[in-house]
């Protein structure tokens, strides 16, 4: 069974300073995907990515991936209030069957 | 794209008994997908359903537990059998519309068992 294994679970974070989440997957996969989830909501895809070196920007977060490492990044830049909520990285397998990572409780506090 | 409804939205129910969760797609799809999400917690894969055969379930799962329907392409159903307080959680239902790697949940049904 493929493993994900997602750090920080807690990240406190002042509005304007940046911070990363790591995604540490454990078998080989194509498939790394980000998704935002708040409180009582479902999940929000925000990145999709498919190949190594794969990098995608939108807004104040940035995600890359690189394969060989099993390793997965959301890079958060001048964080903003709006941004708090739990982000989530997810692996999937040539099946489409989902393994998420424990998720990363974001607060960006003024 | 694919939009996914779920019923229903949330339910208290008695220990003991079953509930079942109802996921309508707007489009035809192989595969539909069942997750629950314990409190405080992240996404588990209780099973695969495709239209035609019987479910797959991952470890720590059992079809006597969570029975699965998936009469045509569109329509699945997950029930939550002979429910304890430990079955508490959001389950939600999930499809790949095939013609993109993007992968759609639904909006989720939250059960309180009590």
């Known amino acids: 069974e493929l493993k994900v294994e997602q750090n920080p679970l807690f990240l406190s974070m002042q509005e304007g300073k940046n911070y990363t989440i790591y995604c540490n997957y454990s078998t080989t996969s194509d498939r790394l995907y980000w998704y935002r989830q708040d409180p009582g909501k479902s999940l929000e895809s925000l990145f999709v990515?498919?190949?190594?070196?794969a990098v995608k920007q939108e807004g104040r977060l940035m995600a890359s991936l690189d394969t060989k490492a099993r390793l997965s990044t959301l890079h958060i830049t001048a964080a903003v209030h709006d941004l708090s909520a739990t982000y989530f990285c997810?692996?999937?397998?040539?099946?489409?069957?989902?393994?998420f990572g424990t998720g990363t409780s974001l607060t960006v506090i003024p | 794209s694919a939009v996914i409804s779920q019923k229903p939205s949330r339910d208290i129910c008695q220990r003991g008994t079953s509930l079942t969760i109802q996921c309508q797609v707007d489009?035809?799809?192989?595969?539909m997908f069942w997750y629950r999400q314990q409190p405080g917690q992240s996404l588990t894969l209780i099973a695969t359903a495709n239209q035609g055969s019987e479910a797959t379930y991952e470890s720590g799962f059992v079809i006597d537990k969570f029975p699965i329907s998936r009469p045509n392409l569109t329509f699945s159903t997950l029930t939550v059998s002979n429910m304890s307080p430990e079955d508490s959680s959001i389950y939600l239902c999930?499809?790949?519309?095939?013609?993109?790697?993007?992968?759609?949940f639904g909006p989720g049904t939250r059960l309180t068992v009590t």
């Open positions: 489009s035809q799809v192989t595969m």
């Open positions: 990515l498919l190949s190594n070196g």
């Open positions: 999930s499809v790949n519309d095939g013609s993109s790697y993007e992968q759609y």
């Open positions: 997810a692996v999937a397998n040539t099946g489409n069957q989902f393994y």
